[in-house]
């Protein structure tokens, strides 16, 4: 399965896809011609959201059902219970013994994933239109009727348990990311590690597993999205034979969860690791997402992303790897589709064992810049042509453009904030992004990570 | 109201106290003599646990009532709610108007007070022993009867936003403190403060209130200590006579709490401010309390604070006070008397504006020293008498006993583990005391906290 943790080497991309393919399916003259295709939206009469987005381009379907869980929707002492259901969900049901929807969905020469993130999981296949409604039968089935028992659990929870070693435990990168986040975020419970810290998982047992289920896993907590070469029309017949049959799970309160403090220091943290060859920092700090942000404040976050540091033609890469040729990456990003407030970040490597401190130290400077002087009209321009550019790169990306409404959706977003997307990134200003860059790029309240060769224990 | 966040200024004074006068009272000769007047312990049939410590020294009775409630008991997102009792139990109940409780103590000559931890939450009476039946007939009527209206609340609530302005946010050191706790504590509820979060205590209401209280203050939650001139029969006829009258409360499930995942890095936590004249730094590990150690390494982890840096004998005040003189404080402590895994830290303040990296080292390097080359059997014993001359000192203390044995108990201890400590203490080796520093007082994973005057940005 895929471990979508919102991390520098995954969620980035995510967000990276959402946004250009934003643009790419609701702004590109291309697009504007085929629109009576547009997105539709119903919701079942047990509160099952579906979207449709038709794709006619392939005889081919994306179905994804997500839920509106992950790992910040877990009770304290239970991280991990959310991603446990990214395997669990592969296991048997009441009707169907483990292995019998894989084998279903690699019969008919289809592809099935899943992925979990601090504000969902979601579970997809992609499949040739005539089979949605099977695929739809398996999912609604699983939705309910999952096997909750220890023979399903024990076992699985060694999976996870190497999983988590492999994938965290082995990497000082992924390592130093845990412990960045728990230092960055004091309250909010994106301080806990999607995958589950090692000692909580261990623990994670079939009472945990039932709770988290029969209150998660509902028509009325989901959120199904179709896109490809089907009608809405069809989608709907199909959700209402199979998903419709469910019963309305019990009423959830709202996703309102622990908010920060106000921070009041600044922090750093230093893993040191044999592994390590090249010295790297991280620097987080907290700022609004999409969800949470107003007057346009996520817009300006992610040109000043792309501006700073997104690609060649950021300031950081220029300064630093093209013409001062002391870093071997740097960069910036925003992770904007989160449910709450969520982190920006800068970050750069070096070139060789040294001279870690003075990239960090030219890197703040370049940040104190964009404070001080802002970013050009002609820049900003390019920054948005960008990310029209990189759209068309992106294009043939059906699970891509189903990603982005589900995970839109599934944090807090509707369809006309994706519709409307473009035109708000069109409106930025340069005042806009100097002013989220001199608001929220605090050096006094940021928390920089480093990680070191084993040996060097300090941050140069 | 003491408001007892265990905070460098205040838990360590209560821990000092706990200790040495846990040796004053139990391993002294001159209490051996008296040894019929032992410290006793009963439980009502509502589960109230009642514990009498005769002290007929003078005519004075000190009465406690602790409830196993402390801010590590919190939901998340409602930090301060256990400290927001401290002062709403002040307030009126079914049958008593606010203030007449505390006009009925203060008629006697009395004294009356309460503080908040992040393991229980206390109230206490000191009064002729003849007005204990009274006091426990107010201490049981607010136990089970408080009035919870938005009328008390809404402005008890203006009045702690208000302590919390003067105590934290108006003090550099207290809020470094804080977040030194949430940088330390990952995933431990120590993490959050005592007072609770500025943005939380605003929000917290009746509903939380209510919620708190109903489930927290009841007799099977609660211990009472009486220490004074009173008999164990005297103690036992007035608790049934008031506080026996009261039902059992619900059935709590045992106290277990998130425990910290394993740590990989070393964090600094700098906070810079105008208020600071001398740089100073703190620095920070998790390691085990009474509660939770295993084969004495809490007497252990207590004699190293003693030898490392308790008082002007120690090896930290010698050399950086006394020797070379660059420290206008330093030392060490241990929080031993909690719950769950504690903080051991050490601490200096330079003598000037400069100096405390230099300082910060040096610090480093006596406990590289006594990692490498342990305490000397001299040292050791030295120490261990150190604890009991300060005892003659803390002689007098009957509130201080009452103390003892309340936070003891509310932290998982037993009578006999208070009256076993001072043997226990005695059998620590010098080997066991070195064996902690090595376990414990990695430098990769301490948290090290800076306070620094503005302008400072740097560690240095």
């Known amino acids: 399965m895929i471990f979508a943790q919102p991390s520098r080497s995954t969620f980035p991309f995510v967000a990276f896809v959402s946004l250009v393919l934003a643009v790419l399916f609701l702004g590109m003259p291309a697009f504007a011609a085929g629109k009576t295709a547009a997105v539709s939206e119903f919701t079942l009469a047990n509160g099952l959201d579906v979207v449709v987005i038709p794709d006619h381009r392939a005889p081919i379907v994306t179905h994804m059902v997500w839920y509106k869980a992950g790992s910040a929707d877990e009770a304290p002492g239970k991280s991990g219970i959310a991603h446990f259901f990214e395997h669990l969900m592969f296991k048997g049901t009441k009707n169907h013994p483990a292995g019998e929807f894989e084998a279903a969905v690699a019969a008919i020469g289809g592809q099935q994933n899943a992925f979990t993130s601090n504000d ?10 005539s089979a949605l409604e099977e695929m739809m039968r398996y999912e609604a089935d699983r939705m309910r009727n ?22 965290v435990d082995n990497n000082p990168n992924a390592l130093l990311g845990e412990e960045l986040d728990a230092a960055l975020f004091e309250n909010q419970p994106y301080r806990f590690p999607v995958i589950g810290w090692m000692h909580e998982i261990a623990k994670l047992n079939r009472t945990d597993a039932t709770a988290f289920y029969n209150r998660y896993y509902a028509p009325n907590n989901a959120i199904v999205v179709v896109a490809g070469d089907v009608t809405p029309d069809e989608v709907r017949r199909d959700a209402e034979a199979t998903y419709g049959k469910l019963a309305r799970g019990e009423d959830l309160p709202p996703r309102v969860r622990p908010t920060e403090p106000v921070h009041h220091a600044k922090k750093t943290v230093t893993l040191s690791d044999p592994r390590v060859t090249l010295p790297s920092f991280r620097k987080l700090w907290i700022v609004p997402s999409y969800h949470t942000a107003r007057n346009g404040e996520a817009e300006a976050l992610d040109l000043l992303a792309e501006i700073l540091g997104d690609g060649t033609r950021s300031r950081l890469y220029q300064a630093f790897v093209v013409k001062k040729d002391v870093a071997s990456s740097v960069g910036a990003y925003y992770q904007g589709t989160m449910l709450d407030d969520t982190k920006f970040a800068v970050y750069g490597a070096t070139i060789g064992p040294t001279g870690l401190h003075d990239l960090e130290k030219g890197v703040d400077a370049e940040i104190e810049r ?58 930025v200003t340069a005042d806009q992004v100097k002013a989220v860059a001199v608001k929220y790029l605090d050096p006094d309240t940021a928390v920089t990570g480093y990680l070191l060769p084993a040996g060097k224990g300090d941050q140069q």
Chains 1, 2 share one sequence.
């Open 120 to 129: 969902y999981t979601a579970f997809y296949e992609k499949v040739p239109p």
């Open 370 to 427: 964009i404070k001080k002087d802002g970013v050009t009209a002609d820049e900003l321009a390019k920054a948005k042509k960008r990310f029209v550019r990189a759209m068309i790169f992106a294009r043939d990306n059906q699970e891509g453009m189903a990603r982005l409404y589900g995970s839109t959706l599934a944090t807090g977003g509707t369809i006309k904030d994706i519709e409307d997307w473009p035109e708000r990134i069109d409106a």
């Open 146 to 167: 999952l096997t909750l028992t220890d023979q399903v659990i024990v076992p699985e929870r060694k999976v996870i348990m190497e999983e988590r070693r492999m994938r």
